[in-house]
């Protein structure tokens, strides 16, 4: 509350009790009300209205009279309102229905658009007009019961305060503060404008539905401006909304500090601004808009200046597109006439009217008494200009606010005992009527207002929200035209109340009808997510790519969600698809590639069996022992073979079919190497005398010695199928990607482990005694051959391990399958390669006389 404002409370409480206690009769601190208009009638209705929005320097000594006189500027809209309340007067006093026989009068008084000059103004109203009140104690009731007004949030939170303490019962038209609905704080306060937590409300929503995440807000440094912001920054929490900045416009009105927010409206990238503040404080920031030329940004406004024909006569294209919200928008019989046909013969006497006409029409009524351009002689003729498609928005609040007055106190004369609004049902005493008795009617009162709208005011004194969302259309040159695209009521339900026609929307910024784009980011396109800027609110983010296996299908969404099992993402990351099952088949290149070397080299080794089986009666054969070569031949021929189990679909069977085949196989191969390269040692040991050695690795020992190798591995093989088997199994994403491949495990590490380090053993003792033998004297000494072939053996599976290790999918099987052909050719052609040339191609070579030259 201002400091005048406290002052005049001082002043109305303390001053009577002081003259009281003197004995002295009771002198009214505020005596007869200058800048006022009056009407005697049964009921007084006081009115509070800004018809000057500068008020002259307060008076702290409180020894003169109220005046206006000295107030400055003009409001010509809220002298229509004031206007509006004596033709609703009037109408009911002509009403042969509502209040018959009775005559409501009014007593309107000029606030000047200041806290000071309303409080003073109305305790001025409150305590009659008579200068002095004879014989009569300081508690009298007052002359005026309850009070329409005032205009300003901030002001009517004074009277609240300060009148609510008498119970006198107050009836706004437009202060909108969400604050005033504290049934506890202000018990006396009710208003016919909805309160600014349903415009906020609006805001948001249309925030929302226009997509506009990253906006501005501008607010007036009062009641209204910072308790509209606190509502529409509550409505935007947790929605995709941001603010870039909020600024406030000083009551100064220093310039510099309007550049400053001008500059920053300029130099944000929010295309959006808000504003939430009264009449003058917008009119600073929109003029100085203007001067700089600012045209690009789409302006919301509120029902502060929505509609104000002021503003649009000389914003040009700065206000184009500009999306408001009014209240509803509501054609009173007769008012529109009414307002035109004002003259001042009937309160000639009345200094307000005077002062109006004189500044509206720039003419005078007495006498020039001060230097300055000479004025014309006013002729009381004079015609104001005519509203045409005006909004009556505060008109009709105003309107009802008086109606409301009229029918509770026609309630209040309908009264039957024991169906009253008081305690117990009692009637009221209605002469006088008493201003807290009419608050409980006015509280109760439901009617329909002569335009046909039900009113009533809630648990806080509020009315139902209805707002007219209106934009700024330039018809022609510096022309402008309100058009209503949408409305906003609450009467409608949560699903209807919003509604917004796209189509008749001119944007703000020269955009036509484009929609603006306002926003911190960019819309995240499908297959990214949002990762919100270190720092920043959550509407400045980076679109992150989402992962393999991950998809998003939504613009702007915040997580990825990861594929369902069997799928992956695609490569847009948009969709999952299934995954490809993938494994070594007979009809890959490389399935084939490998099935064609298999068969040739089962293929070769019969050959080579079907030769030396044709030549077992050679020299040759039968001094390489030709039952351990038979026998090396057909385990050859099984390791080519048992190469095609890994090829194709795993199934349980095939995966342990597979592993058995390959260490049984390759164990009996290396055995039988083994036995020849043990054979070629013992052989020439034996040659010298009294050596008797051979008799000890005759064919029965040889025969023992390989069964016993391949048992040992059979042993392995059986415990491995028994314990841990491998069997099938899938591996499926990560660096695999969008496919599922199908393995055999090994089941157990250990198994795996035994069979190949038993193969790998023999591999190693092979070629120990094969290097041995490798210089025995002989013409065709076998060690040598099979030094070759263990050596290719050993280097094969040695590099087999890290390949096996670090092929993804189905290669892992190839490598296997590689390295089973890979040894397989080298024990076949190494060993036996040499023996088929002298066989086939150098028969005359194959002689006993050959074979014993050394």
Not at 757 to 778: E, Q
Request: hydrophobic share 45%.
């Amino acid at each position: 509350m201002a400091v005048d404002a406290w002052l005049w409370t001082l002043g109305f409480l303390v001053g009577p009790v002081w003259v009281h206690s003197l004995g002295l009769p009771c002198i009214l601190q505020s005596r007869s009300i200058s800048g006022s208009l009056y009407k005697e009638g049964d009921v007084i209705i006081g009115g509070l209205f800004p018809v000057h929005i500068e008020a002259p320097e307060p008076d702290h000594t409180f020894t003169q009279r109220v005046s206006t006189a000295h107030c400055q500027s003009i409001e010509l809209r809220s002298y229509r309102w004031l206007q509006t309340m004596i033709f609703t007067v009037e109408e009911i006093n002509r009403d042969p229905i509502l209040l018959p026989n009775f005559t409501l009068g009014y007593l309107a008084a000029d606030t000047c658009l200041s806290e000071g000059s309303t409080l003073s103004a109305a305790l001025s109203l409150v305590t009659g007009r008579e200068m002095v009140v004879s014989g009569e104690p300081c508690t009298k009731a007052p002359t005026v019961p309850v009070i329409i007004g005032d205009a300003r949030s901030s002001a009517s939170i004074v009277l609240a305060d300060t009148l609510g303490v008498f119970g006198i019962p107050m009836v706004s038209y437009f202060a909108s503060c969400a604050c005033l609905s504290d049934r506890t704080r202000y018990p006396t306060f009710l208003r016919t404008v909805p309160s600014d937590a349903f415009q906020a409300k609006a805001i948001a929503r249309l925030l929302r539905l226009m997509e506009w995440s990253w906006v501005g807000v501008v607010y007036g440094d009062d009641a209204y401006g910072k308790s509209g912001v606190q509502l529409l920054v509550q409505e935007l929490e947790g929605s995709s909304v941001c603010i870039d900045y909020m600024e406030v416009i000083p009551k100064s009105h220093a310039q510099s500090k309007i550049n400053r927010i001008v500059e920053r409206i300029q130099s944000s990238t929010a295309q959006v601004v808000v504003t939430f503040a009264i009449s003058p404080d917008t009119e600073v920031l929109l003029k100085e808009v203007v001067r700089q030329n600012v045209t690009d940004k789409q302006w919301i406004a509120t029902e502060a200046w929505s509609t104000s024909s002021y503003y649009s006569a000389w914003s040009g294209l700065s206000l184009v597109g500009t999306l408001g919200f009014a209240l509803q928008r509501v054609d009173i019989q007769s008012l529109g006439s009414y307002l035109t046909q004002l003259s001042p013969v009937e309160h000639l006497k009345e200094q307000l009217v005077r002062n109006v006409w004189e500044e509206v029409f720039g003419c005078r009524f007495e006498e020039e008494t001060h230097s300055g351009p000479p004025r014309p002689q006013c002729t009381g003729l004079e015609k104001v200009e005519e509203q045409g498609d005006a909004y009556f928005d505060v008109m009709y609040n105003v309107y009802k606010a008086v109606y409301a007055i009229a029918n509770a106190i026609q309630d209040m004369l309908d009264c039957q005992p024991g169906q009253g609004q008081l305690e117990n049902g009692e009637c009221p005493d209605i002469n006088p009527i008493r201003p807290k008795e009419l608050l409980q009617y006015l509280k109760a009162v439901k009617f329909t207002t002569p335009v046909g709208e039900p009113v009533h005011f809630d648990q806080n004194g509020d009315p139902t929200a209805s707002y007219d969302i209106i934009n700024w259309h330039i018809v022609s040159e510096n022309k402008m035209e309100f058009v209503k695209v949408g409305q906003f009521d609450t009467a409608r339900g949560p699903e209807e109340d919003f509604h917004l026609d796209l189509s008749k929307v001119v944007w703000g910024g020269g955009r036509g009808n484009k929609v603006p784009v306002s926003v911190c980011s960019e819309s995240c396109p499908l297959g990214t997510r949002k990762a919100v800027q270190k720092g920043k609110p959550v509407c400045c983010y980076d679109c992150i790519p989402c992962a393999a296996g991950e998809i998003s299908n939504t613009t702007d969404s915040t997580e990825c969600t990861k594929c369902p099992e069997r799928f992956w993402s695609n490569t847009d990351r948009t969709e999952c698809v299934p995954m490809l099952v993938e494994f070594l088949s007979f009809q890959d290149d490389m399935g084939i590639i490998l099935s064609v070397l298999s068969v040739a080299g089962a293929a070769l080794t019969g050959t080579v069996l079907a030769a030396f089986f044709h030549h077992r009666d050679t020299p040759l054969v039968r001094a390489n022992n030709s039952e351990l070569s038979f026998l090396l031949l057909l385990s050859l021929k099984l390791c080519f073979l048992c190469a095609l189990a890994f090829i194709g679909r795993p199934a349980p069977w095939s995966c342990m079919l597979r592993h058995t085949l390959f260490g049984i196989s390759f164990v009996v191969c290396l055995a039988c190497v083994l036995s020849k390269t043990v054979v070629v040692l013992v052989a020439f040991r034996a040659t010298l005398p009294g050596s008797n050695l051979m008799r000890y690795f005759g064919p029965v020992q040889q025969r023992a010695g390989i069964f016993f190798c391949t048992l040992v591995q059979v042993g392995i093989c059986v415990l491995w199928l028994a314990l841990a088997p491998p069997l099938p199994s899938e591996t499926a994403g990560g660096e695999l990607g969008a496919r599922v491949v199908l393995l055999c495990a090994v089941g157990s590490v250990v198994g795996f482990s035994l069979v190949l380090g038993y193969i790998g053993l023999l591999a190693a003792i092979c070629f120990l005694l094969a290097f041995l033998a490798r210089k025995l004297p002989d013409n065709f000494n076998e060690a040598k051959f099979i030094t070759f072939s263990m050596l290719i053996f050993c280097a094969v599976w040695i590099a087999f391990v890290p390949a096996y290790v670090s092929s993804p999918g189905k290669y892992t099987v190839a490598v296997e399958v590689f390295a089973i052909l890979a040894s397989s050719y080298g024990l076949l052609l190494c060993i036996f390669a040499p023996k088929c040339y002298i066989i086939l191609l150098r028969p005359e070579r194959n002689t006993k006389k050959n074979m014993m030259a050394k």
